[in-house]
């Protein structure tokens, strides 16, 4: 449970501090390092961001309420406002999330998934076993929501800040949720987002290139993700997928860790590995081996990757519960929003996925093409002030592997349109049918009328998103939603 904490057991918790005005028996009734969520008697902490420094909001603390401030430095405060000062608050500020909310941890089971791509998937399908084999409620944070139980928040970050994942486990806590599921971001990673949780499961997907705008390069962006490791628990498990060109790097630290180790693939011997399989654009039909025994999966999702994800799922509940109760759940898992949806499969497709960089629009449009008997026509864009890198990538990548395409807008954010959509034209040599639209519901438009019988229509980049960010707004935009419109008015 959250305690109410004297702040006498806080500095003890901080150890080396110099203290302004203090009462030592005060109590703290809260903890934050935003201003807007301090409340009477809450501790706040100074916090220097890359954008912002907590010392300048100190005095709309004040005004909230706070009774005790964390600070890098001395400045005046109310007579009635304990002034902690300390080398670095961010570290102390861990400490006291840490030993605010352990009684709320204790007894928690939590599966970490990290990787460029599959994340919510498996995390979705991870949690669905553990709900319908061992019939318990489930916490899941992620890039759609954070729902604790049926109660649901909302996702600003894929990970959120290790305050928001401490609060999200005591609600947990506190109604009775001893199974948490976490998508885990290398921006989290670096950041350590997830100091002082404690992983049982860490599940890799993949790891290819992605967040160049953030992490520089390929070595740094690696060795972010190879941290998750340093979170599991003694005698905690690492799912890896032996078809990820760095899964080495990984079990090698989980060994170091001496880590349970499981590993599957679709090519390799592995502890989990596909047999066979046949995927048509309604289902897959495949045959899976788990520790010498194997079992059939008629599954609901589409594409070679989704066996991957079903995998990675097995692996990360097969110590847990029994393996034939997994199998079914996989064989009625629904899918999850934006992730290879299939919105409308009557004579053509209409599909609409989260592919957002080079790697996982490739991975979808080849998944795509195996099983496709018309054209596939592709509408995406690629996201503003994030890695220019791969925006001629993508364009190179959506001319090999589609036979129509329709570059658009995605999240402009700060950029101009047309200036992404030209860093993605440079990649491209105009050897297919390419539409130019600006106007992304018209690219929606556009795409719904060229497609004939049996052709499918990708819509990528947006996934489950319910908006467009565009110059600091967020505007109403759902992919499928206007696509169904779409179909309604044309066909």
């Known amino acids: 449970m959250m305690r109410k904490l004297k702040l006498n057991e806080v500095l003890k918790v901080i150890k080396r501090y110099k203290v302004i005005n203090a009462n030592k028996n005060i109590f703290i009734n809260g903890i934050s390092d935003s201003s807007q969520e301090i409340k009477q008697g809450y501790l706040f902490a100074c916090i220097k961001g ?39 608050t961010k570290e102390c500020f861990y400490k006291i999330i840490d030993y605010f909310y352990s009684e709320s941890k204790k007894g928690m089971k939590i599966f970490g998934i990290t990787g460029t791509k599959g994340k919510t998937t498996v995390s979705y399908m991870i949690a669905d076993i553990i709900k319908k084999t061992l019939k318990k409620q ?161 599954s609901k999702l589409i594409g070679e990757h989704n066996l991957h994800n079903i ?69 995406f864009g690629a996201g503003g002030n994030r890695d220019k890198g791969k925006r001629p990538v993508m364009g190179s990548i959506a001319e090999r592997f589609a036979d129509i395409v329709i570059v658009t807008s995605d999240n402009p954010r700060f950029e101009e349109p047309k200036s992404i959509i030209n860093d993605i034209l440079s990649g491209m040599k105009g050897n297919i049918r390419t539409y130019v639209i600006v106007d992304r519901k018209k690219a929606i438009y556009k795409a719904i009328s060229l497609a004939d019988k049996n052709d499918i229509v990708l819509l990528a980049g947006k996934g489950h998103e319910i908006y467009q960010e565009i110059k600091g707004k967020k505007y109403p935009f759902e992919d499928g939603k206007i696509a169904l419109k779409a179909i309604k008015n044309l066909k």
């Open 138 to 298: 489930v916490t899941v944070i992620g890039t759609i929501a954070y729902k604790v139980g049926n109660k649901i928040y909302n996702s600003k970050n894929t990970t959120p800040s290790n305050l928001m994942i401490h609060k999200l486990l005591y609600y947990s806590h506190k109604k009775g949720i001893k199974n948490v599921v976490m998508e885990i971001s290398s921006h989290a990673l670096d950041q350590d987002r997830i100091r002082n949780i404690h992983l049982d499961v860490a599940v890799v997907t993949n790891v290819t290139r992605d967040h160049f705008d953030y992490h520089g390069n390929f070595k740094n962006y690696l060795n972010a993700k190879l941290k998750i490791i340093n979170y599991l628990k003694p005698g905690g498990l690492l799912v890896v997928n032996l078809d990820d060109k760095n899964y080495k790097y990984f079990i090698e630290k989980a060994k170091e860790k001496k880590a349970k180790i499981i590993t599957y693939s679709l090519k390799k011997e592995a502890d989990i590995k596909i047999v066979k399989s046949e995927i048509n654009i309604k289902r897959m039909v495949a045959q899976i081996k788990i520790k010498n025994r194997v079992y059939e999966i008629q």
């Open 50 to 88: 890359i954008s912002t420094d907590g010392h300048d909001f100190v005095n709309d603390a004040i005004k909230r309420g706070a009774s005790v401030i964390l600070s890098l430095k001395n400045m005046k405060v109310p007579e009635n406002v304990a002034l902690i000062i300390v080398k670095d």
């Open 311 to 379: 995998m990675a799922s097995i692996g990360a509940t097969m110590n847990f519960t029994n393996t034939n109760k997994i199998i079914n759940v996989i064989n009625e898992f629904k899918g999850v929003k934006g992730r290879m949806e299939v919105i409308y499969n009557k004579n053509f497709t209409v599909i609409v996925d989260y592919a957002h960089n080079a790697d996982s629009l490739k991975e979808t449009l080849v998944a795509l093409n195996k099983i496709k008997i018309g054209r596939l026509i592709l509408m």
